[in-house]
Each structure stands twice: as C-alpha cells, then as structure tokens.
C-alpha cells in the first residue's frame, strides 16, 4: 500500500512532492510548508463572515418584517392637526369672574403663541433638547431604551422625544410592551413628516399631564402659581416643565424639595447646552431663575356662588350645540350675574332664613314626641317628594341618621343640618330616636329593599332674583339657602304670590280708565257664590277706602271687587303680557294670588312696570365661546310695550305707597325711591316681597317646598321683606338715589283724601295725587261746614243721624 503510494507520487512529479518527516512536502521553505494551514483559517474567515452576512441579512430582514407586521393598520396620524381634546368648560360673571368649571379632563387650550419662550426652552431642556433637530427620533436613547427593555424582559421604556410622547398619549395610550414601542417608532416617523416642529409642540403642551387632575401648561400655571402661562418667569416655567417626568412626586404642592431638586436639573440643562442650542438665554437669567423665591398659590376655593347659574348655563349649552361637544368642553359662557351681588344675596338670603329659624325656635337637638301620632304607610317612595317620618337611629361614625318614611328606610346626612346645628353636635346627640321629621327623597336605593337617600328638611327655603331694569339682565339668582347643585327655586318653583298678585289687577283698572289711584272702593264684608274671600285681620273692615290706600295696606276685599268689575279673564290677559307665563285660573280668587306663579317670571313682570310698561324677556347667557368661534345663541324675543309709560308710572306711585306708608315700611330706611308689593298666600305658606327702583327690580319668595305654613307671624312683610332690604342696600351700594321719572300723559292734581274729589280752595289737609290725562276728577270736595248734595238729600229722606246719636249731644 505504502510502495503503491510512493509509486503515485513518483508518477506525478508536478502535482505532489515526497514529503519530509511530520508531512511537510520536501523541498520547500517554511512559508511554503505553512500555507495549507492559512488557507484553512482563510476559509473559516470567509465561512463566518458569510455566515455574519447573513445573520445580518435575516436581522435586516427580520426586522423589517417586524415593521412591516406592526405598521400594518397604523392609526393616521394626520388627524392629531385637527385633535381636540377634552376641555374645561367655563362659566363667568358681566366682568369674567369664574363662577364655575365643568370637565372630563381639566385642560385650557392655548395656541403656541401664547406659551412663553421661557416655558419652551425649559421643557425642552427637561424632555427633549435636540427636539428641534431630528426628525422625531433619539437613536442613541432608543438603542439604549431597547436594551434596557430587553434586560427588564420586555419593559420598554426609557428617554423618548417629545414627538414619541405625543403619539403615546395621543394615539396609542401608556401601554409597555414591546409591539406598542415600535408602533410608537413608526408613527413618530410619520408624525414628523405630517406635521411641522411647532405643530407637534403645541399637542404635546397642551395635553401633558401635570398632577393634581392638570393637563397642559395653562391649566398648571394657574394651578400652581395663579397666572396665565404666558405671565410665567424663568423660574416658574423651570419648576413646571420638570413636573410632567413624575406628577405625583414632584407636584410643589406635596413634594416641594423633590420638585425644587428637578427644577435644579432642569436650570442645569439649561445652562449645560445655552451655547450650542439657546443662546439667547443668558447665563444671569438662569442663575437669577436658580435664586429666586416662587410662591405657590393656595389652592382655589372650591365654593360656587352660583350653582344654579351653572346648572341653566349648561342646560343650554347641551341644547345649543349637543351632548358630544358639550361634554369635550372648551366653552366659556359669558352670563349676566354679577359675582359680588349674587355673594350678597345668597347670604342675605341665608340671613332671612336663619332669623325665621330662631322666631319659630327651629333647631337641634330634636326629640322624640311622648305620644306620637302613627304615620300612615307610603307604597313607594319618589325623588322629589317630602315625607313624614320617625328617626330609627343616628350613627355618629358615618354622620348617618335613619329614618322610616311610610315603612321605607331612609339615610339622611347630618351636615345637611349644618344650618340648625350651631353648637356641632353628633348624629346621636342631634336626633333622637323617635323623633318626627319631614324628609325628602334625592335618591331611590339601588335595589327594593336597599335604603333610599334623603334630606331632613326642617327650615324653610327661599328664593331671589336681581334684574337690571333696563336690559333685563339677571344679576344675581339664588334658588335656596345652599350654594349646591339642585333645585332651582327661583327659576323652577311655582308658588301661589299671594298679594303681589294685586297690582296686575289694578292695572287693568286704570288702563281701562275706570279707576284712577283716588277712586274710592268699599272695603266691607262680600260674598261670590260660595266663597268669602276676607282681609288678612279677618275682623277689620274700613269702608271707604282711595284705591292708593287699598293697595298700600293691601286690603283684600278691595282687590276682589276691582277683579269682578274689569273681569278675570281681562286681568290674565295683561299678565300674560307683562310676562307671567305659568297658566292662571281666571277666577276673583285670582285677586288675591290663587294662581301659581315663578319667582323669576313675577319679578320680570314688575321690571315691566319699572321700564315703563316695556316687557323684555330676561337673559342670562349674552354669549358662548367655543373652541371654533362663538356659538350662536338663539334670537331673543322682541320687546312689547304692554302698558304705556304714563300707566306703568300711575301705577309705580300707587306702588312707592306700599313703602311710605303701608306694609312695606320699614324699607324706607334704604332712603331712596322705591316701588314694591308684600305678599302672603293662606296659612303664611309663601311669603314674598316683589319691589323695584328706577334702575334694579327684586324678588324675593320664602316658603316651604312641601308648602308647610311658615309658622306664627310670618308673611311677607316679616318674612321676605328684611331679605328684599339687605340685597337691595347692595344692589345700589355706590349708586345715587335716581327717582322715577314722569313721562308725558300723566297730570296731577290736589285732592282731598278723605273722598277723592279735587280739593276745595283753601284745604289744609289736601294730597297731591297724579292721574292719567282725562281721568282728574271734575267733583269738587265739600268744606265741613258746606253739607254735601248728596248727603242734604239723604237728610231729607231721613237718612241722616238721629239727633241723639249726633256728635256733641247731650245724653
């Protein structure tokens, strides 16, 4: 075998050589002897490097695979130029005091411009400082960011441009996962190719979260530091932009050092890269911004003056522009209330009540009755309703008390006893078991026999209204003594006006001609079929009385007898045209406030009277901005003349009467002129005072909402009146006294008071008294030593005294 191999390599002299000992083929040098062996390392080099090639072809590959897979159905970014996020909705007062916010997430849009260049090179030093020179993506940062995701086992996350954090929030959410970075990667890509640099800035300022329920940079500067974000200075819009890494921990308002620490980086980044990327901005800015004293604002008080305001402006806004839109927000609702009255009134009101509360002795603690009647059983409790009910028993942990409503449990929460409860006492201490309250139900349990919620109601409520005269502007509307959202008795409540009701009638009468403010009517006992209408002193009569002085001392069998001569039908004729819009009875009841009415419509009608007999409907809302442009408001009715101004002004002197010298007098220490009614419904179970001057007209309604009696002298003189005072004093605070001014159409005349008839030349006791042209009297007044036709003719018949019953016979 050997000698055969030998014998080949004999034959083949110039392929193969003998070899030399350990194989080496003879007769070559030794980098001869050596190169099979490189060759051999050569071609391992050429194997792995073809081998790398291609694990470098099949990652290209592969990856491109996994963009292609997860770019599949990638949202169009194309959309976030049009993106409208969720906005705080604003209500504000004549002067652009805030009365209230609505929101689903607390966010003011406001355009780049508006944002301080401060602001912006410090969350751009915070966030992303090489923002304005790549195209959406950190390279470095994301290799880093991979291979830290990969170490955590698929936990991506890490530095991402402020591009990349537009779309996490605004496209894809916070989720962590290894998909949602890359479809992150892609539409980074692609946002910057849609939208320019400043675009994509301002999503991100506006949506970035800032704690405490805060989106975006106007909402945090007023948050923080009470300013719009364009007032920020270095130092404030350094702390600022260093929250958003870490809202929770880094809020100034809990965790003031650790944001102080970030606002510290921050201001260091600053300074770090000032030459190569701002410039502009000083090294004495930043090291001034590292010095300065910042005050963080108290937090705002969360009190609404004006929850019903809020409630109507809402009401409207979803009907003007729909639910969706109202919902996403971004509205600011101009309205007519002046911030400072309605504070005034609403505490007026509070006052009144209060007073009531302490006359009729209603307060905490309530005990149980010894005998106490048995109630009846109730089949089903409704929202809205007043029940009585016995307290079972008071849970001084929750501030719970329960009650049996007709055989329905009911929990009641002590703090809506707030008012009644001066001295604090617990739940236990407050009630005792057995007491007998009045509750009504807010809210039915979730299940049959689940308890239902309700409220004790144990004083009364009441309502009032402020109205510019002349525009009819609603400047303060106050629908209960709580400022909390839920029924609006001002606007909502319908409640019989008792004797505010009688102007309506009289001025039917003098707009007829028939009656003028000296026309004498006969205040004595009469009856209509079945009913006996009688003054509120049931045993006062006091005959013949001037129409002026009926209505001053607001003498019911007076109102009645004008009712039945102009007719009812004529009197809900002109109510309806001065504004009342609740239907009226047309019966002689009426006279007297049999019909219901609303707060807000009966002072709108008195308005009418202040403006002359012009009646205007009344506005709140004069004007809604929206996040495209304002809304348009629905057309306002035209206004009416619905009495002349000569009448409107007979009628507002009969009125200024009710002031001087009848049931209203004690409002003559407001020391100016002044027109307005009392009113009291039967049992004292709605007390009002309705009254106006030449520039602001007045309601106010006090009573129960189960439409209980008031209490033992109550009504609305003593009940609704010193309300009426109070808010009146500040409705004209700093305003001087501006009288009614008579217009053309109207005359006067001297009168006697006694009959009404012109007076005679010389009498010392004669009144001024106007009337409408044509409607003077023509009689003249007899002397008292003159008998008077009327009464020689009446002796004749013998119906004159007996000569025993005269004045100054002897017995």
């Not at 050596?34 to 592969?62: C, D, E, F, M």
């Not at 410090?122 to 880093?144: C, I």
């Not at 209505?551 to 004529?570: C, F, K, Y």
């Not at 009646?615 to 996040?627: D, H, N």
Request: charged letters at 25%; a neutral charge.
């Amino acid at each position: 075998m050997a000698t055969a191999r030998r014998r080949r390599v004999r034959e083949d002299p110039e392929t193969t050589r003998p070899t030399g000992p350990r194989g080496v083929p003879a007769g070559r040098s030794r980098t001869e002897r050596t190169q099979p062996a490189g060759s051999r390392a050569w071609r391992w080099v050429r194997r792995i490097t073809g081998a790398l090639l291609l694990l470098v072809l099949a990652g290209v590959l592969g990856i491109a695979g996994v963009f292609w897979y997860y770019g599949r159905d990638l949202p169009e970014v194309e959309r976030l130029r049009e993106h409208r996020p969720p906005q705080v909705t604003r209500v504000v007062d004549r002067g652009g005091a805030v009365l209230g916010e609505s929101w689903q997430e607390r966010r003011t849009v406001v355009p780049l411009a508006r944002v301080p260049r401060v602001l912006v090179l410090s969350v751009l030093a915070a966030e992303d400082a090489d923002f304005y020179r790549h195209q959406g993506l950190d390279y470095p940062g994301l290799v880093r960011a991979v291979a830290r995701g990969l170490a955590r086992g698929g936990d991506f996350r890490g530095t991402s441009t402020i591009t990349q954090q537009v779309i996490k929030n605004l496209v894809l959410g916070p989720e962590r996962s290894f998909q949602r970075k890359i479809r992150e990667l892609l539409l980074a890509r692609r946002l910057e190719q849609e939208l320019e640099k400043d675009e994509i800035l301002e999503l991100y300022l506006n949506h970035v979260n800032f704690g405490h329920g805060r989106y975006g940079v106007q909402e945090a500067s007023r948050f923080y530091f009470g300013k719009d974000v364009e007032e920020l200075t270095l130092a404030e819009a350094s702390l600022l932009a260093g929250i958003p890494q870490s809202p929770t921990h880094l809020s100034p308002r809990t965790h003031l050092e650790a944001a102080r620490r970030r606002q510290a980086f921050v201001l260091a980044q600053l300074e770090r890269k000032r030459a190569s990327h701002w410039p502009d901005l000083s090294a004495e800015e930043i090291a001034a911004a590292a010095e300065a004293e910042i005050t963080i604002v108290p937090l705002p008080d969360r009190d609404q003056p004006a929850p019903e305001v809020l409630a109507y402006a809402r009401r409207q806004l979803r009907a003007l522009v729909g639910d969706e839109a109202a919902d996403r927000g971004g509205y600011t609702i101009h309205t007519t209330l002046d911030h400072d009255l309605q504070v005034a009134a609403r505490t007026a009101l509070q006052h009144g009540l209060r007073a009531i509360d302490e006359r009729q002795r209603t307060r905490l603690p309530l005990r149980a009755p010894r005998r106490p009647p048995p109630l009846a059983a109730v089949d089903a409790l409704r929202v809205g309703r007043t029940y009585d009910a016995t307290v079972l028993s008071a849970d001084d942990e929750s501030r719970t008390i329960v009650c049996d409503a007709g055989g329905h449990e009911v929990a009641a929460r002590l703090e809506d006893l707030a008012r009644w409860n001066p001295d604090g006492l617990s739940a236990s201490r407050a009630v005792e078991a057995g007491a007998r309250v009045r509750i009504s139900i807010q809210q039915l349990g979730a299940a049959e026999d689940a308890r239902a919620l309700g409220r004790i109601e144990l004083g009364p409520e009441g309502a009032a209204i402020v109205l510019d005269v002349r525009t009819r502007d609603v400047l303060a509307l106050v629908g209960g003594y709580d400022a909390e959202p839920g029924f609006d008795r001002a606007t909502q409540a319908v409640r019989q006006p008792g004797s505010t009701f009688k102007p309506f009638v009289y001025a039917v009468g003098l707009r007829a001609r028939r009656y003028t403010p000296a026309t004498i009517v006969i205040d004595a006992p009469g009856v209509y079929e079945d009913w006996r209408p009688s003054n509120f002193e049931t045993w006062s009569f006091r005959g013949e009385l001037r129409l002026r002085d009926a209505l001053a001392q607001s003498v019911n069998q007076v109102a009645v007898r004008v009712m039945e001569d102009v007719t009812p039908a004529e009197v809900v004729t002109f109510a309806r045209s001065v504004g009342i819009e609740t239907e009226l009875e047309p019966t002689l009841a009426l006279a007297l406030g049999a019909s219901d009415v609303r707060p807000i419509e009966l002072t709108n009608a008195y308005a009418t009277f202040a403006a002359g007999g012009r009646w205007e409907p009344w506005r709140i809302i004069t004007r809604i901005e929206g996040p495209d442009g304002d809304v348009t408001l629905p057309p306002r009715a035209e206004p009416r003349q619905a009495m002349s101004p000569a009448e409107a002004y007979v009628l507002t002197s009969m009125l200024t009467s009710v002031i001087e010298t009848g049931t209203a007098r004690r409002a003559r220490s407001l020391r100016r002129p002044l027109a307005g009614k009392t009113g009291t419904s039967n049992d004292a179970r709605d007390a009002w005072f309705v009254g106006y001057s030449a520039e602001r007209a007045l309601g106010v309604w006090v009573g129960y909402d189960d439409r209980r009696p008031l209490g033992r002298r109550e009504g609305g003189a003593a009940s609704a009146l010193p309300i009426w005072m109070e808010i009146a004093e500040a409705a004209h605070r700093r305003r001087p006294a501006t009288p009614f001014a008579m217009p053309s159409g109207v005359t006067s005349a001297r009168i006697d008071p006694v009959s009404g008839r012109l007076a005679y030349e010389g009498q010392t006791n004669a009144i001024e008294e106007v009337f409408l042209e044509g409607t003077v009297p023509v009689e003249q007044a007899s002397p008292p030593d003159v008998v008077a036709p009327e009464d020689f003719l009446m002796e004749q018949l013998g119906g004159g005294e007996d000569e025993d019953d005269a004045p100054g016979a002897e017995p």
